[in-house]
Each structure stands twice: as C-alpha cells, then as structure tokens.
C-alpha cells in the first residue's frame, strides 16, 4: 500500500525510477511463478470442457486456426507468441491494425461474444504454464511498442506480462475509447502513454497485495461487463421481436 501511496506521477517522464523497485521483491522473483504454476494447472483441468466447446465454436464459425498467435515483447524483453483464442478472420493483422476499433468488422460472430465474456483469454493459461504470461502483470504489448521504451518504460518488462493489471481495468472497454476511426492512431496519441505508466507502476508496487486486489478488480469488472453485453442484447432481441 506505501508502494502505491509513493507513486503519484501524471506523466511517464516525471517518474522517478528510484521507486520501482516492487520488481525486485521475491515474490516477483519466486512465489509469484510458483502460485502461476499451480494454478494455471488447476484451472486448466477445471476448464478443460470449456476450452473444448471455446473451440469446436470457433471452428464451427471461422475454421481454422482456434489460435491466435501473434509475437509480443515479454519478461526481460523476451520476445513471445501469445495464446488467445482467435477472435477475429484469418490474417486480420494484414486487414487492419495492432488495435481493435470499435465495432471492428474483422471481429467474428463467435469472437465478438468471447471478447464481451473474456473468454478468449483462457488460452492464456498455456502462455501461463510456459512461463512467458503471469495471471498479474502488464498487458502484452506490440513488438513495435516495446522496442521503442525508453526511461521508465523498460521496468514495464522487468516484470512478465499478464492477462490483467491496473492499466487493463482502466481501459477495460479500449474499443469504445479509441472508437470506429484511426483506432491505432487515437491508440498512440491518447491511450499508450496513459497505459505504460499504469504499467510502470504495476512494476513498482507489485506484491501478493497488489495482485490480489487487481484479481478481485478485474473479476468484478468483467462479471459487469458480460452481464451488461447479455442483457443489451436481450434487449435487442427484445426489440427485434416485438
């Protein structure tokens, strides 16, 4: 909690990388891969039909592939290719952008629900079980991101990239921020920085604290998230029928 207290920056530039220093706790260092390990596997099993039926939708909808692949910048600046179920038509990274627009038409029928449910990042707990995800921990990002991180920013990647932190709650709904136009252009100019320095503190103050706290944030956020997603569309439907 003194971690968080301590910093209090509005931009990248003012931070004083003197206090990140959360990184170096050996909770990040040991207890944190460990508590991954144990239960990345356990949700595994737990959600194995889940998974199963995750897949069989998207072939059914899309095809081939059920992954979503793609490179990112990881722990230590490791390069890695992520685990997502795949939510959007083949080669949509050759369609469009790194970020998703609002109402993005690359976006599938199957992948619009599993984006409003979260669903798609269950496969993440194969990123988990390898070692290069964490359930806490900074988004990750684009290579082309990374590798342009300077000064305060390259703490971001002294910590493994996760599936939730503080800046994910924060921008839990980044679609309809950088909305329908230019979404990666809006993305750069008004999203990243804002993003990065909610990662830079992830990296001061992370702890079992910090990681409990963001878990509890990021299940209430997306249970409101995906009852809000069924009941618009109920409406809708509602709508449609009447």
Known sequence: MRREQNFNFNTVDEVD????????????????????????LFFLILLSPVILLVAVAIIIDSGFPVFYRAQRGGYNNKTFRIFKFRTMVKNADKIGG????????????????????????????ISIIKGDMSFIGPRPELLKYTDAYEGAEKYILKVRPGITDY?????????????????????????????????????????????????W??????????????????????VLNA
């Open 17 to 40: 990388v003197n206090i990140i220093t959360g990184y170096k706790g050996i909770y990040n260092r040991v207890f944190k891969r460990m508590i991954d390990i144990i239960l990345s």
């Open 98 to 125: 790194g970020t998703t627009a609002l109402n993005d038409s690359r976006i599938t029928k199957v992948g619009n629900f599993l984006r409003k449910t979260k669903l798609d990042e269950v496969a993440n707990l």
């Open 167 to 215: 800046s994910s709650i924060e921008f839990i709904n980044l679609d309809e921020i950088v909305g329908a136009e230019n979404a990666d252009e809006y993305y750069e100019k008004y999203v990243l920085k804002k993003k990065n320095l909610l990662r830079i503190k992830y990296a001061a103050t992370v702890s079992l604290t910090t990681d409990l706290k963001l878990f």
């Open 217 to 238: 944030f990021t299940v209430w956020n997306v249970i409101k998230k995906a009852l809000k997603f069924i009941f618009v569309r109920k409406e809708k439907d509602g």
